[in-house]
């Protein structure tokens, strides 16, 4: 079969365009590390394969580099270290949809893998009437987006005891995480075996809070403020990092900007990615844009934990601003408002 760059190619394809992009000695020393299965699926792709353009080769080539740096980072240092070193690489939004499809590259291997191709309302049919800890256990193996679906479905007491079980959640036993994935299995029809066991905690919180409704957001941190009032100012610390100013309107950077000392800026830009950086530069006069770079030149190398306090203080203003209306940051489900 001819390849085209506009059709969307399936895993096995584009498993087969990069072993021929490799050439036969690199390709079998992976090969045959493979399953038997994979390799005749593979195999057979390889074999249909008349041509593949050079820009696609190159595409998917890159695309395979930029995974597997993506896979090193998290083996590294974790998630979120593989996540802040390839933001600052190639932006936000690129390191987001990199990380995502090594997800799910993986997800055959992690406990409730149908659960995330599952509607959510199905699941929250099955889940919402279970105990607070096996839905906060079961939410936490989903994506942010629908798990965020399915804690604003449910009711307000109940919303706030899930998100208190997810963010003090750490090692859970593999059998308990067994047997709701039997039971779970059994309602949804489906086998998913894994032995991961570690989940849960305070960045799986604000990863499904920043894909809520305002209205459950504030239930549950208002809720946890009661709860555990460290644990709420932790998650409204992390509920907006720096990094994020790149999906802000140019109106309400121009409002964070009038609000931010020059040094503090300077300081908080030094190290961050260059995305970040044009965001702020663009929303100034070009005067006040060179004398920012100015400013950062002249500091000469930082600590690290420096920049980041500079950082967090612009991003207590941001949350400063957006909690009097004077902007909006985005959640899911809602577009971003300048009052």
């Not at 930029?66 to 390839?86: C, Q, R, S, V």
Request: charged share 30%.
């Amino acid at each position: 079969m001819a390849t085209n760059k506009n059709t969307k190619l399936s895993g096995v394809q584009k498993a087969a365009i990069l072993f021929i992009t490799l050439g036969p000695d690199a390709s079998a020393a992976i090969i045959k590390k493979l399953p038997e299965q994979e390799i005749q699926k593979i195999t057979y792709e390889i074999a249909n394969i008349s041509q593949v353009k050079s820009d696609q080769k190159e595409e998917i080539l890159g695309e395979f580099i930029e995974m597997n740096k993506a896979k090193d980072f998290i083996l590294e240092g974790g998630l979120e270290y593989a996540k802040n070193l390839l933001g600052k690489a190639l932006g936000v939004q690129r390191a987001k949809d990199i990380l995502e499809k090594v997800t799910e590259a993986t997800q055959q291997y992690r406990p409730f893998a149908i659960a995330r191709k599952a509607d959510a309302h199905q699941l929250l049919n099955i889940i919402s009437n279970e105990h607070p800890q096996t839905i906060a256990l079961v939410l936490c193996y989903l994506q942010s987006d629908k798990a965020g679906q399915i804690i604003s479905a449910l009711p307000e007491e109940i919303q706030a005891e899930v998100a208190y079980r997810i963010a003090t959640m750490s090692n859970t036993s593999p059998v308990v995480v067994k047997e709701i994935e039997k039971i779970l299995d059994s309602k949804l029809s489906s086998v998913v075996r894994s032995d991961m066991t570690t989940l849960g905690g305070l960045q799986t919180l604000v990863d499904i809070l920043n894909m809520v409704d305002r209205g459950t957001e504030k239930n549950i941190t208002e809720s946890l403020e009661k709860e555990n009032a460290e644990l709420a100012e932790k998650v409204k610390e992390s509920m907006f990092v720096f990094e994020d100013i790149i999906t802000l309107d140019d109106v309400s950077i121009q409002r964070i900007l009038r609000e931010v000392d020059t040094k503090e800026l300077a300081l908080a830009l030094k190290g961050c990615s260059e995305e970040v950086a044009n965001s702020i530069f663009r929303n100034q006069s070009k005067r006040a844009s060179a004398s920012l770079k100015e400013d950062m030149e002249f500091l000469g190398p930082v600590r690290l934990i420096d920049v980041e306090k500079a950082q967090q203080k612009i991003v207590s203003i941001i949350r400063r601003l957006d909690e009097a209306g004077e902007i909006v940051v985005s959640r899911g489900g809602e577009d971003a408002i300048v009052v």
